[in-house]
């Protein structure tokens, strides 16, 4: 995924600034067009990267080839998407999710409300370790449930990105926390405990802000949540043995289970579960399986939230992935980023300036190209002889990866992570961000710990 053949070498000045056109093309279309979809946004970016690339005398197959291999090197995760859709649509035709929500309707008060909902998904993702199959199963749930309690949509989106990602930064089996670990070359489990001296920190903070929001939240008529229940129940997909599929995901999960292996034998399963209520022909559930789950008669007040799934539905997602990994393959072939970060690593001197490079870096990367993984490998990749040099622990630069990569790439708009949540969870990004309290939380958390010393080990 690193090895991107570098076609030309600008000077610092000339990244600098198509770097910052870059920015601005994907900013200001985001911010300043109502609705737009991320999609012309980053074709706008391309196609002046292409232009760019041109007049520069760089051939346009070799910009081609440059995309093509950034998209190639990230097929593992493309493939997750399809396979996520095929899922949701399992688990909501099973009654897993629906089943969910009624119990949690149950069980959730409003009074802590947007707390139980963070430290919901945080228990769950550490336990599957994976932040988007969180927010795709359990956090499509409690939205639904925020719904009945008339509950801010926004503050609950926020709720469950900052747990799920909290499990995906702490969990070991997530992708992202054993990725920072190896590309330093460090122990997993030693990153993890490493990652403590931020994380609990932050987590306490924003299990605090949760409590206090959910204080406000004024339930004018129970009979609505009664209501809510009634109709989730008149599906007929309501039953306790519908949460079998959950249980399943999770035990795969902790054994380690690649996690479209768990997928498949959590969808098998499910059908499974399915058959015991509902008696759907093969032409039915292939329909389910492309186009989402859908049912007759539904209620109007429940069908948005359970007449969903099918890998039609990952499609925008897939899209704005691919038009994003092209971006970046350009950015890269291009000698953009790589004579940035040469550059950034010739006034590292400290602790504190590597921690603040290291930390805008990563966040950088995130913005500049939408995903976590390359912010992740990139900048730890690039940053790490730096720390050999000023003799401070590894552990120290993959706790800063993980708090500057991976919990902000659901804040950035244009991104891989923040285009599925929003169109998972019916929520922009700009709406739940400032809720988000925990992710970016992490990356103020960081920048304090490198500038004064604290929890920063030395050798």
Request: aromatic share 10%.
């Amino acid at each position: 995924m690193l090895e991107f053949k570098s076609l030309r070498k600008p000077s610092l000045l000339e990244a600098s600034l198509i770097a910052l056109v870059v920015l601005t093309i994907l900013g200001t279309m985001i911010i300043f067009i109502p609705n737009i979809t991320p999609h012309i946004p980053i074709i706008t970016a391309l196609t002046f990267l292409l232009i760019y690339g041109l007049i520069r005398k760089v051939k346009y197959k070799d910009m081609q080839d440059s995309m093509t291999y950034a998209v190639g090197s990230s097929m593992g995760a493309i493939y997750l998407f399809f396979f996520i859709g095929v899922l949701i649509t399992a688990l909501m035709m099973s009654g897993a999710i629906p089943t969910l929500m009624y119990y949690g309707l149950s069980v959730m008060s409003a009074k802590t409300f947007y707390l139980s909902a963070f430290i919901i998904t945080s228990i769950v993702g550490v336990s599957i370790g994976s932040s988007l199959t969180t927010v795709a199963t359990l956090g499509v749930a409690i939205i639904g449930i925020a719904q009945a309690f008339d509950a801010n949509l926004a503050i609950t989106a926020g709720s469950i990105v900052s747990g799920a990602f909290f499990g995906d930064k702490m969990s070991p089996l997530s992708d992202t926390t054993s990725i920072s670990a190896s590309v330093v070359g460090i122990d997993l489990f030693d990153h993890i405990r490493n990652m403590m001296r931020t994380t609990v920190p932050v987590f306490f903070i924003s299990a605090i802000f949760y409590y206090i929001l959910s204080i406000n939240i004024k339930i004018s008529n129970l009979d609505n949540i009664a209501l809510f229940k009634k109709d989730i129940l008149s599906t007929g997909i309501v039953h306790w043995y519908a949460l079998i599929p959950f249980v399943v995901l999770i035990v795969l999960a902790v054994l380690k289970i690649p996690a479209v292996i768990s997928i498949i034998a959590t969808t098998t399963v499910s059908l499974v579960v399915t058959s015991v209520h509902s008696n759907y022909n093969l032409e039915e559930l292939s329909t389910f399986f492309f186009k989402g789950f859908a049912l007759e008669s539904i209620p109007e007040s429940v069908a948005s939230l359970i007449q969903r799934g099918g890998i039609s539905s990952m499609f925008f997602t897939l899209s704005v992935v691919i038009l994003a990994l092209s971006l970046g393959g350009l950015l890269f072939s291009l000698g953009i980023v790589s004579t940035i970060l040469d550059t950034l690593t010739k006034f590292l001197t400290s602790a504190a300036s590597a921690t603040t490079t290291v930390a805008f870096t990563a966040v950088g990367i995130n913005f500049v190209v939408g995903e976590q993984y390359l912010s992740i490998l990139l900048t730890g990749r690039t940053f790490n002889p730096v720390y050999d040099k000023l003799k401070l622990p590894k552990k120290n630069l993959a706790r800063t990866l993980e708090d500057a990569g991976t919990v902000i790439n659901p804040l950035v708009p244009w991104s891989v992570c923040g285009v599925f949540i929003s169109h998972a969870l019916g929520v922009s990004v700009f709406s739940y961000l400032p809720y988000a309290i925990f992710c970016y939380g992490s990356l103020i958390l960081t920048l304090l710990a490198g500038f004064t010393g604290l929890t920063v080990s030395k050798k």
